[in-house]
């Protein structure tokens, strides 16, 4: 059964480094999304991404962030100077036939920042 | 702003036991809504409800959703210990919205053997 994936699965870094946390969606799926979860939250939306542009996004996802889809399989998420209330679970999700049919997470990334 | 609550918070009970999960929500221009579990990791998708009043069913798990009154619920019969997860409800936002999904702070349930 075809399935999200994303690498790596934990990402340490410290404070104001850069981070590209890396997403393959379900191959024949057309949007793609980014969520968190801060440890004890909810989980949070922070962009959606259709025909290689953002469609949406939320107040969390500030000049910091991008999204990038750099190739025909690839979905990055990139944070350039992280932040310690960056520290959260990231998972990226994807749809196939419309941008309300249902989403399919990835197992995420848990990015620690220090 | 859109808002899910789900209730209970947290749940305990035993092998056996059928449990009812709750999921009111506040969205403009309501589409769709979705119930997840999510164990050690990513949230597994379970159902998508846009219709109300039709119930969506796969083995030992129902759902159900009133667009009236603003909820849905999560019916586990014959619980087993697999079932113990954290249950996430999400809705969706039609119009201009590409899907983003908002969700609740989550059910968790552990069936104890």
């Known amino acids: 059964e075809p399935e999200v994936t994303q690498t790596p699965s934990h990402q340490v870094t410290q404070m104001g480094q850069e981070v590209i946390l890396r997403c393959v969606p379900i191959?024949?799926?057309?949007?793609f999304y980014w969520y968190r979860q801060i440890l004890g939250q909810k989980v949070e939306f922070l962009v959606s991404f259709y025909n290689n542009e953002i469609s949406e996004k939320s107040e969390i996802f500030d000049d910091q962030f991008s999204v990038e889809r750099p190739d025909g399989s690839n979905f990055t998420l990139k944070i350039r100077s992280t932040k310690l209330e960056d520290s959260a679970m990231y998972f990226c999700?994807?749809?196939?036939?419309?941008?309300?049919?249902?989403?399919?997470f990835g197992p995420g990334t848990r990015l620690t920042v220090t | 702003e859109d808002k899910v609550v789900q209730s209970p918070l947290s749940l305990v009970v035993h092998e056996g036991d059928t449990v009812t999960l709750n999921c009111s929500y506040e969205?403009?221009?309501?589409?769709?809504l979705l119930w997840y579990k999510q164990e050690k990791k990513a949230p597994t998708f379970l159902f998508m409800l846009t219709s109300s009043g039709i119930e969506k069913k796969s083995g030992r798990l129902s759902s159900i959703l009133d667009k009236k009154e603003l909820f849905s619920i999560l019916n586990i019969t014959a619980t087993q210990t697999g079932d113990s997860a954290v249950y996430l409800c999400?809705?969706?936002?039609?119009?201009?919205?590409?899907?983003?999904?908002?969700f609740g702070q989550g059910t968790i349930l552990t069936v104890h053997p």
């Open positions: 999700a994807s749809s196939g036939r419309d941008r309300w049919s249902e989403q399919y």
């Open positions: 999400a809705v969706v936002a039609g119009g201009t919205s590409y899907g983003k999904l908002t």
């Open positions: 969205v403009t221009n309501f589409r769709s």
């Open positions: 191959s024949n799926h057309l949007y």
